[in-house]
């Protein structure tokens, strides 16, 4: 299993990028999100992945955090969505739109991605639903891929320009999500219902850290009348 591609990127296509590692070229399928977000061809870069193994086809398929891989396992695993399909979804809302799509099961926004039609929206929310909430409570621990190249970096990217950091708010936003998460749990509420909460706390009020989150939430959660 490779579960971690690091080097120079060499070539950008339209759905896929070539990393060369020590002189040996990883043809790597990635979302149009995380192409945009790639350095210029030359510069280094690092991309956890996924491999599909099938009889008569390998293909790898890379993300630039492992909680944005978890939600690509996830959604594979609903019938009829298949490794481009799940792509097509993170690449349309990305990690946090997903997650915020699946608790507040907003499937139209899942139908919004490009080769999703309704019935198969549908579904991912019903199968998902119930399972998002422990793949939002990673996001704080997940890092990204970019987060540091391995010892030796130096031998495998020659003259290469430092890689570009991670979004430092998108970071902080999922931690405080995950943090909110966590602690509306430790107070007895369900799952589901936290998530749920959460999510749309945070679709209200993005830039929010993790204390604004839990009023928020809090008050959503609070008995009506």
Do not use: C
Not at 65 to 70: G, R
Not at 192 to 216: C, F, K, M, N, Y
């Amino acid at each position: 299993m490779i579960g971690k591609v690091s080097g120079r990127l060499d070539y950008r296509g339209t759905d896929h990028v070539l990393i060369d590692v020590r002189g040996v070229g990883y043809i790597v399928y990635v979302s149009e999100r995380t192409l945009a977000a790639l350095p210029p061809v030359g510069q280094a870069v690092a991309l956890y992945t996924e491999l599909l193994v099938r009889e008569d086809l390998l293909q790898l398929f890379g993300f630039p955090t492992l909680l944005e891989k978890e939600w690509h396992r996830l959604l594979v695993s609903v019938q009829g969505i298949g490794a481009k399909a799940a792509m097509s979804i993170l690449g349309t809302l990305g990690p946090d739109g997903v997650s915020r799509a699946l608790t507040l099961g907003d499937w139209a926004a899942l139908k919004a991605a490009p080769g999703i039609g309704p019935k198969t929206a549908q579904r991912v929310v019903m199968e998902l639903k119930d399972k998002a909430p422990a793949v939002m409570a990673m996001g704080a621990s997940l890092p990204a891929a970019l987060d540091g190249l391995p010892a030796g970096a130096d031998d495998v990217i020659e003259a290469a320009k430092p890689a570009p950091r991670p979004n430092p708010a998108a970071s902080s936003t999922a931690s405080a999500q995950a943090e909110a998460l966590s602690a509306l749990g430790n107070l007895g509420y369900g799952p589901s219902e936290a998530a749920q909460a959460v999510a749309q706390a945070a679709g209200e009020a993005p830039d929010s850290d993790t204390p604004a989150l839990i009023r928020a939430a809090l008050k959503l959660l609070a008995p009506k009348g």
